[in-house]
């Protein structure tokens, strides 16, 4: 690892470069690629929602294994997210991509091949731990290639992608799963994943990782496939050596999360981490099948409205995408939040009063259902994954991004294996007004706790903390003014 000296005010002298003619094009086919992590995340995690009426049927499951089916790829999340964190430190962002795709590719045809639940649950932990390092290493790689005015729309590609995973395993789920039965739509996943292990041989490494382990000359050979000017990568590798050379092992790793003046960025990326799986939203896209079957609507109905739930994810995240950096990420949660808890204090109602099929009421189910659908995927949802790739400092992005990452998929967890149980103890309806007070909760505490990071460098952000001007006043929300 190269060392820069505290005492060290200059920029080294860098080689001469040229900048690529294919620059753009290299950064946004980068980030498309490594997104398609999130395609297989939302694939591999979405498909279950229709294959689970299959799995049940054929392994003859009650509630409690469908709930640890459903949980399992959960479970390994988890360790994936807190181990990647280790990898991609040790052996760069873009390996660490490569390393989770084959994970995908191996878990995929695993789930497909096993012989009984027991083997279908080991399988699908083993696939959870490409799908908690793709969340916790492809936002930050992305992050790390992206410049600031456009860091938002090409981490949320990752969102996106997550959407389009969704879309197409519900796709399947209703128009395949009696032809197909739910091996081949689990196996399915692996081709793609395939692709995007090729493929990482030939995108560019993180020019940030590479500036702290191979030096400033190869973090500039790394710009100049990712940027379209020389004013623009001598700009920023000074941002990038003057947040470097500063660092000492007391804020490396583990250890640099303990600092007090990293703690406001720890407690607002893992606040909204937090809530954006515990505000109800992955429990619909696992349960929605599930919970309309149980409301009166048939098998058929309940899959297709289940299809519905994934196309508005797809619309609102790439909507959301498309104006987060104008828009503002924290702008953008509060926006949105409050609709999210209306929503859901709507469909508490719907299930609690049992409208009768076919009545205007088991219509207003599927109305409020979209709507929450609307709300969350549109605004926390979109910032979410986005928080944890840039309000870190380098020096500890990789563990912190692990931690963020778990606590992730810790929520989701949580959420998923307690559902049903959840709707056993206290009706549905109940279940969906709980969920309406924690995406109250999240919309204060977003207020009070997370900045607005909109426009600002990852190195702007790493300079606020440093000073202590990180959390929002009142008056002073942004780390950069517009």
Same mark, same amino acid.
């Given at each position: 690892?190269?060392?820069?000296?505290?005492?060290?005010?200059?920029?080294?002298?860098?080689?001469?470069?040229?900048?690529?003619?294919?620059?753009?094009?290299?950064?946004?086919?980068?980030?498309?690629? !490594?997104?398609?992590?999130?395609?297989?995340?939302?694939? +591999?995690?979405?498909?279950?929602?229709?294959?689970?009426?299959?799995?049940?049927?054929?392994?003859?499951?009650?509630?409690?294994?469908? &709930?640890?089916?459903?949980?399992?790829?959960?479970?390994?999340?988890?360790?994936?997210?807190?181990?990647?964190?280790?990898?991609? &430190?040790?052996?760069?962002?873009?390996?660490?991509?490569?390393?989770?795709?084959?994970?995908?590719?191996?878990?995929?045809? $695993?789930?497909?091949?096993?012989?009984?639940?027991?083997?279908?649950?080991?399988?699908?932990?083993?696939?959870?731990?490409?799908?908690?390092?793709?969340? /916790?290493?492809?936002? @930050?790689?992305?992050?790390?290639?992206?410049?600031?005015?456009?860091?938002?729309?090409?981490?949320?590609?990752?969102?996106?992608?997550? #959407?389009?995973?969704?879309?197409?395993?519900?796709?399947?789920?209703?128009?395949?799963?009696?032809?197909?039965?739910?091996?081949? *739509?689990?196996?399915?996943?692996?081709?793609? $994943?395939?692709?995007?292990?090729?493929?990482?041989?030939?995108?560019?490494?993180?020019?940030?990782?590479?500036? &702290?382990?191979?030096?400033?000359?190869?973090?500039?050979?790394?710009?100049?496939?990712?940027?379209?000017?020389?004013?623009?990568?001598?700009?920023?590798?000074?941002?990038?050596?003057?947040?470097?050379?500063?660092?000492?092992?007391?804020?490396?790793?583990?250890?640099?999360?303990?600092?007090?003046?990293?703690?406001?960025?720890?407690?607002?990326?893992?606040?909204?981490?937090?809530?954006? /799986?515990?505000?109800?939203?992955? *429990?619909?896209?696992?349960? !929605?099948?599930?919970?309309?079957?149980?409301?009166?609507?048939?098998?058929?109905?309940?899959?297709?409205?289940?299809?519905?739930?994934?196309?508005?994810?797809?619309?609102?995240?790439?909507?959301?995408?498309?104006?987060?950096?104008?828009?503002?990420?924290?702008?953008?949660?509060?926006?949105?939040?409050?609709?999210?808890?209306?929503?859901?204090?709507?469909?508490?109602? @719907?299930?609690?009063?049992?409208?009768?099929?076919?009545?205007?009421?088991?219509? @207003?189910?599927?109305?409020?259902?979209?709507?929450?659908?609307?709300?969350?995927? #549109?605004?926390?949802?979109?910032?979410?994954?986005?928080?944890? $790739?840039?309000?870190?400092?380098?020096?500890?992005?990789?563990?912190?991004?692990?931690?963020? $990452?778990? =606590?992730?998929?810790?929520? +989701?967890?949580?959420?998923?294996? =307690?559902?049903?149980?959840?709707?056993?103890?206290?009706?549905?309806?109940?279940?969906?007004?709980?969920?309406?007070?924690?995406?109250?909760?999240?919309?204060?505490?977003?207020?009070?706790?997370?900045?607005?990071?909109?426009?600002?460098?990852? &190195?702007?952000?790493?300079?606020?903390?440093?000073? #202590?001007?990180?959390?929002?006043?009142?008056?002073?929300?942004?780390?950069?003014?517009?």
């Amino acid at each position: 690892m190269q060392n820069f000296s505290p005492q060290s005010a200059t920029l080294p002298a860098l080689p001469d470069f040229e900048v690529s003619d294919n620059a753009g094009r290299t950064l946004w086919l980068a980030a498309a690629v !490594a997104a398609i992590c999130g395609g297989l995340y939302g694939y +591999d995690t979405g498909i279950i929602s229709g294959a689970l009426l299959l799995i049940t049927q054929d392994f003859h499951l009650g509630s409690l294994y469908q &709930e640890l089916v459903a949980s399992a790829i959960l479970a390994g999340a988890v360790a994936g997210a807190i181990g990647t964190g280790w990898l991609s &430190e040790r052996f760069g962002r873009r390996a660490s991509v490569m390393i989770v795709t084959a994970v995908f590719v191996t878990g995929a045809l $695993a789930c497909a091949a096993a012989p009984d639940v027991g083997m279908l649950i080991v399988a699908r932990v083993y696939l959870g731990l490409g799908v908690g390092g793709s969340t /916790q290493v492809v936002p @930050m790689y992305i992050s790390e290639l992206a410049p600031a005015a456009r860091r938002g729309r090409l981490v949320t590609l990752f969102n996106v992608a997550i #959407g389009v995973g969704i879309f197409l395993a519900n796709i399947i789920g209703f128009a395949a799963r009696d032809a197909w039965g739910w091996r081949p *739509m689990i196996a399915v996943a692996a081709l793609p $994943a395939a692709f995007v292990f090729v493929s990482m041989f030939f995108l560019p490494k993180s020019p940030r990782w590479t500036a &702290e382990n191979e030096g400033l000359d190869s973090a500039v050979a790394q710009l100049t496939r990712v940027r379209t000017s020389r004013k623009e990568i001598r700009k920023e590798i000074r941002k990038i050596h003057e947040a470097a050379e500063n660092v000492d092992d007391a804020n490396r790793g583990w250890r640099g999360l303990r600092q007090p003046w990293v703690r406001p960025a720890l407690v607002a990326a893992l606040g909204v981490a937090f809530f954006t /799986q515990c505000g109800g939203l992955e *429990m619909m896209i696992y349960y !929605a099948p599930t919970f309309l079957s149980d409301a009166g609507f048939g098998h058929s109905s309940a899959l297709l409205a289940s299809l519905g739930v994934s196309v508005v994810y797809l619309v609102m995240t790439m909507l959301g995408s498309a104006i987060v950096d104008r828009v503002g990420r924290r702008r953008l949660m509060l926006i949105m939040g409050p609709g999210s808890v209306v929503s859901l204090l709507g469909l508490g109602l @719907m299930f609690a009063i049992h409208p009768d099929k076919g009545s205007v009421g088991s219509w @207003m189910i599927i109305v409020f259902l979209l709507m929450f659908m609307m709300f969350n995927s #549109g605004g926390i949802q979109v910032v979410g994954w986005l928080l944890g $790739a840039e309000m870190f400092p380098l020096s500890m992005r990789g563990t912190a991004t692990s931690l963020h $990452a778990a =606590t992730l998929w810790g929520s +989701d967890l949580l959420v998923t294996s =307690t559902a049903l149980t959840l709707v056993n103890l206290i009706s549905l309806g109940g279940t969906m007004w709980f969920y309406a007070g924690v995406n109250l909760a999240s919309v204060i505490f977003i207020f009070f706790m997370v900045p607005e990071t909109r426009g600002a460098s990852l &190195e702007d952000i790493e300079t606020a903390l440093h000073e #202590g001007r990180f959390r929002p006043t009142r008056g002073h929300t942004a780390i950069v003014e517009a």
